[in-house]
């Protein structure tokens, strides 16, 4: 019985805490919870894992890797939050707005609770980029070929890409110079 009364004042308390927070505004504060929630049990496994693998963490990252890192994290993190071909990893939780640059999409959360919170996280880079950040990271002490082999096709992919922007521009500012 105690321990009912006691859920059902936390709950309150959260609420209000929730309704203070947001001035009026809709900000899922229990997804957010929940979004950072998983993201320590998934950093936490990774954590076991490394540790259970018995492979040393390096003394400190070297400064390729952190470039191949940022640069791979960047255009990783682009394909899953914006990318038209994974937008079915996304349209449980999202609804489609229209095109948004290049071969990708302005899409918006779904505003159901649970969905909202899930579909700011799918649709926002930044967000995701801690996301995968974090699991090359992992990645490069587990499995340091195959995760550096797959930073690298990221990488050049970055690279082909600006390299497209870049001849899209030139060509449009040469037809538009006759």
Excluded at 21 to 32: E, N
Excluded at 115 to 144: D, I, N, R, Y
Aim: with cysteine; net charge positive.
């Amino acid at each position: 019985m105690a321990d009912s009364r006691l859920a059902r004042r936390l709950r309150g308390a959260l609420r209000r805490t929730g309704r203070a927070y947001a001035a009026g505004h809709d900000r899922p504060l229990g997804g957010y919870l929940a979004a950072m929630t998983g993201f320590t049990a998934f950093t936490a496994a990774w954590a076991t894992a490394v540790r259970r693998s018995g492979r040393p963490l390096p003394e400190r990252p070297e400064p390729w890797d952190v470039v191949l890192t940022s640069v791979a994290t960047f255009r990783l993190s682009r394909l899953l939050s914006k990318a038209s071909v994974t937008s079915p990893l996304r349209a449980p939780f999202t609804r489609y707005v229209g095109p948004q640059g290049p071969a990708e999409l302005h899409e918006e959360a779904q505003p159901e609770n649970g969905k909202h919170t899930v579909g700011e996280l799918a649709t926002c880079p930044f967000c995701m980029s801690v996301w995968v950040a974090s699991a090359l990271t992992a990645g490069q002490v587990l499995w340091p070929r195959a995760t550096r082999t797959a930073m690298g096709t990221l990488t050049a992919l970055a690279g082909a890409d600006t390299l497209q922007l870049a001849y899209g521009a030139l060509m449009d500012r040469t037809a538009g110079e006759d």
